[in-house]
């Protein structure tokens, strides 16, 4: 049983998992969830952030124009990250699959992606390997995380200043009000977790994300997953979700 069950391991790694696509508000667990998916299915993650921090850093043509742009004070263009997120998905890694971060953020986004993976995807003229072609459609997963729930995991993180300890008063409290278990430092809130902070952030959030949660919902490609859950629950919903939509695809 152990030999079959390593095979079917070998299998699922082995094979196409598409563009994964997690849509979630602050404090959903976007980023904890996203690295299990990497984990499980060795698939790379592709954060716009840092690919436009690497171009810069690499002092690219893409990455000196990004520069200059935000130099002025001004926000990159969805001309230029189209570039940089065409040229990161061309890579051999990629082939299989990729979890974005960061994109689409807007229903334009989300069309230009989708042309994108159209021509040179799923093109199956401009692949050489049959392998290649079988590729899924990207799996779109919004976390539904209750508001208040929300309000909870984000109003109540506090960090240890000397330890970088977590910990969140309502949630995971430490056993002595406000102080490090550990070393008994005082815990801080950062700058970003502070209530005021946090309205806006979630506020900017729903009216970014909405469009391009609907361009995939009239689409019926959105699949739900309840996140008011536990770490490993939310785990199991989403890599069920995407052992799911390839499986249909490729049967
Ligand atoms: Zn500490």
Not at 40 to 44: E, K, L, T
Not at 190 to 196: A, G, L, P, S, T
């Given at each position: 049983m152990a030999n079959k069950s390593a095979s079917e391991t070998?299998?699922?790694i082995g094979r196409q998992i598409g563009p994964v696509i997690l849509l979630g508000p602050p404090g959903a667990g976007k980023g904890t969830q996203s690295k299990q998916i990497v984990d499980?299915?060795?698939?790379?993650q592709i954060s716009t952030g840092d690919l436009l921090r690497d171009h810069v850093a690499r002092g690219t043509a893409l990455g000196l124009e990004a520069k200059a742009i935000m130099a002025r004070g001004e926000l990159v263009s969805d001309e230029l990250m189209y570039g940089i997120v065409a040229s990161r998905l061309?890579?051999?890694?990629c082939k299989r699959g990729f979890i974005l971060d960061g994109f689409p953020?807007?229903?334009?986004q989300a069309?230009?992606?989708?042309?994108?993976?159209?021509?040179?995807?799923?093109?199956?003229?401009?692949?050489?390997?049959s392998e290649e072609a079988e590729n899924c459609p990207p799996v779109v997963i919004q976390l539904l995380v209750d508001?208040?729930?929300l309000l909870l995991r984000l109003t109540g993180r506090r960090s240890c200043p000397t330890c970088g300890r977590l910990y969140n008063i309502h949630l995971q409290p430490p056993l002595v009000d406000e102080l490090c278990d550990?070393?008994?430092?005082?815990?801080?809130?950062?700058?970003?977790?502070?209530?005021?902070?946090?309205?806006g952030r979630l506020t900017a959030y729903e009216n970014q994300t909405r469009p391009v949660a609907d361009y995939y919902r009239v689409q019926r490609r959105l699949v739900a997953v309840n996140a008011d859950r536990t770490v490993e629950e939310v785990t199991a919903q989403i890599l069920g979700v995407i052992d799911r939509h390839c499986h249909d695809r490729s049967a």
């Open positions: 070998a299998q699922k499980r299915y060795g698939i790379p061309r890579e051999a890694d953020r807007t229903a334009a069309g230009w992606l989708d042309a994108f993976l159209e021509q040179e995807v799923f093109d199956k003229s401009s692949t050489t390997s508001y208040n729930q550990l070393d008994g430092s005082k815990l801080v809130i950062r700058d970003d977790d502070r209530q005021e902070v946090i309205s």
